[in-house]
């Protein structure tokens, strides 16, 4: 069972809402070999949080991306290779890429991975994907309209990838978008109807 609240925080320029969540948990017992729970708790420990949440994020990520991300096609690889391979395009060629590749695999990763293709199991691929490739993502309502802002620190190039790309995919599901970018992030504003 999950129960979700909302917080309504006006200021003089927007209304931004803010959401909280409370799931509902079970405990359950785990044996682990002796140097991974070592691991495990020295991590914690760093980022000043419990084992409880450190591990509840482990297998979050897992069930939310890991089980099923490289079956879909994604693949791990470095930051720095990535931006130099698309700093060798023009963006002519950075579109075309990041239209055919939404067409040929934008789709069937979703499917894949969440089971319909809608606009709920986007947005959950856009922040899964966001958060293992290691970018801020930040997201607010306003008038039923919802803004993503993500943070990739990638180079302009990229921002016109990932504009195609997100473009391509939800002008598939019907959703009205506008977009702008900078040289470091990427912003989708999704229109309601």
Known sequence: ????????????????????????????????????????????????TSLNVLVNQIMHSYVEWDADSIKAGWIPTQRTILTKLVDTLDEKTISEVAKQAAKSSGKDSI?????????????????????????SIKEYEENENMEIVIQHELGW?????????????????????????TDTSLVINLMSE
């Open 1 to 48: 069972m999950q129960c979700t609240a909302s917080i309504s925080v006006r200021s003089a320029y927007n209304i931004t809402m803010i959401k909280t969540r409370k799931v509902s948990s079970d405990s359950v017992t785990f044996r682990l070999n002796s140097s991974v729970l070592d691991k495990l708790s020295k991590r914690a420990d760093s980022q000043k």
């Open 111 to 135: 499917l894949y991975m969440y089971g319909k293709y809608n606009l709920e199991n986007l947005l959950t691929n856009i922040r899964a994907s966001a958060q293992r490739s290691g970018f």
């Open 157 to 181: 190039k990229w921002s016109i990838f990932f504009k195609f790309y997100y473009q391509e995919i939800l002008h598939e599901i019907n959703q009205r978008v506008i977009f702008d970018y």
